[in-house]
T-cell receptor
Framework: QVQLLLSVAEVKKPGASVKVSCKAS????????IHWVRQAPGHGLEWMGWINPHNGGTVYAQKFQAWVTMTRDTSISTAYMELSRLTSDDTAVYYC???????????WGQGTMFTVSS | DIQMTQSPSSLSASVGDRATITCRASQDIRNDLGWYQQKPGKAPKRLIY???TLQSGVPSRFSGSGSGTEFTLTINSLQPEDFATYFC?????????FGGGTKVEIK
């Protein structure tokens, strides 16, 4: 069945970078965009942006443009989201989700928690 | 940014009750809205897309309505497995934005 599997939870120090992976299975990876969403403790869901696995094109939410990079490796059907210059505000559960252009998300990954702490 | 105001933030109901959840958009989003269910530690699941179309495999007790700026998710005859958090997502314009969520609890 269609699945999005995120990398395991991590703990990072302030100022570090983290690269989260989202491995797709059960469908043609390049047919759907991969979106990234996060939810900080006690906060709502926040959309970060998407990558088009077909051509690598990206759209980032303005808030994240300065420090997020989304990439993909089509050979292993995996999308990546890298956040740099981490602060404690980046502590959150991160999700990937797939969607068609101009549509919402039909399948989500289970989420992965990463914590920024000294 | 389009603000999605979801209400109520929580509701208590009994098995068999009807639950109604609303999302209001700060501007016209046509029918570019989906409803999702989330249970602790699980991936969110889409219930409704295009404001009123039932996702394949979702029980027919779930229904969505609305367009423009006001949208409603209705759960008829709540079942034990329906106690969860529900949220809306607008995909009309960037940045995509979410409602704040509604936790449906057992009374």
């Amino acid at each position: 069945q269609v699945q999005l599997l995120l990398s395991v939870a991590e703990v990072k120090k302030p100022g570090a970078s983290v690269k989260v992976s989202c491995k797709a299975s059960g469908y043609t990876f390049t047919d759907y965009y991969i979106h990234w969403v996060r939810q900080a403790p006690g906060h709502g869901l926040e959309w970060m942006g998407w990558i088009n696995p077909h051509n690598g094109g990206t759209v980032y939410a303005q808030k994240f443009q300065a420090w997020v990079t989304m990439t993909r490796d089509t050979s292993i059907s995996t999308a990546y989201m890298e956040l740099s210059r981490l602060t404690s505000d980046d502590t959150a559960v991160y999700y990937c989700a797939r969607g068609l252009h101009g549509d919402g998300f039909d399948i989500w990954g289970q989420g992965t928690m990463f914590t920024v702490s000294s | 940014d389009i603000q999605m105001t979801q209400s109520p933030s929580s509701l208590s109901a009994s098995v068999g009750d009807r639950a109604t959840i609303t999302c209001r958009a700060s501007q016209d989003i046509r029918n570019d809205l989906g409803w999702y269910q989330q249970k602790p530690g699980k991936a969110p699941k889409r219930l409704i897309y295009a404001a009123s179309t039932l996702q394949s495999g979702v029980p027919s007790r779930f229904s969505g309505s609305g367009s423009g700026t006001e949208f409603t998710l209705t759960i008829n005859s709540l079942q034990p497995e329906d106690f969860a958090t529900y949220f809306c997502l607008q995909h009309n314009s960037y940045p995509l934005t979410f409602g704040g969520g509604t936790k449906v609890e057992i009374k």
